[in-house]
């Protein structure tokens, strides 16, 4: 059982890594322009659909236009953190054998990283990408890893009091602090003493 101490200050003056930089961004204050899905970002989103999987630099544009706080960190690094994986896709625009390879990212794990990055109390929007994948995966007998949890989200989200993530095991004395975010999350930040190892987001009430 977690056992809650008094705060001990956290070493900031080292590099932060990505889930310490999520952590941070989450809290600073939003930029006052709003998200439009443009006719490029639909017909990226269409033309991804129908390969079934998105370049990472496309995705990491997408997720940037929807909330610039997250525009310097790299889909690489959110997949550490948010447990999928990127694969190396060879473009091949000419009938020339290609030599360079591209980051990608499947369709139902793009989907999946913005319902997380959402859930964390960014200024994400999942629907136009899970909205369109919804009925393509009502079609299958079997869902596949993330599949699942993008299909049924919305019921899994009415069920869920708090979005919850660690990175690193929980010791057993932690401090925690407890933050409001921009647009009404509740962010509860478990550090082991030294750096956050976790966090409980709470949604707007």
């Known amino acids: 059982m977690l056992k809650r101490t008094e705060d001990i200050p956290i070493d900031l003056s080292r590099e932060l890594d990505t889930f310490e930089r999520l952590i ?3 809290q600073k204050p939003l930029p ?3 998200f439009t899905l ?3 970002f639909t017909d990226l989103i269409k033309e991804s659909l129908i390969r ?3 370049y990472s630099a496309s995705l990491q544009e997408l997720i940037a236009a929807m909330d610039p706080r997250l525009a310097g960190l790299s889909i690489d690094a959110l997949a550490q953190v948010f447990d999928f994986e990127e ?3 060879w473009a091949n625009a000419t009938r020339s054998m290609p030599t360079r390879s591209h980051g990608a990212v499947a369709m139902r794990n793009a989907a999946f990283l913005l319902i997380q990055l959402k859930a964390m109390g960014f200024r994400v929007d999942d629907a136009p990408l899970s909205s369109q994948m ?3 995966l009502a079609s299958k007998k079997v869902l596949v890893g993330r599949e699942f949890y993008v299909f049924w989200q919305q019921e899994l989200e009415a069920k869920r009091e708090a979005f919850v993530l660690y990175n690193a095991p929980s010791p057993q004395n932690v401090t925690m602090q407890d933050v409001i975010l921009p647009l009404g999350h509740t962010m509860r930040i478990i550090s082991d003493g030294t750096r956050p190892i976790g966090i409980e987001v709470t949604p707007p009430r």
């Open 52 to 54: 079934g999987w998105i």
């Open 134 to 136: 919804r009925p393509l």
């Open 24 to 26: 941070a961004q989450a």
């Open 32 to 34: 006052p322009q709003e």
């Open 87 to 89: 694969v190396p896709v």
């Open 38 to 40: 443009t006719e490029s």
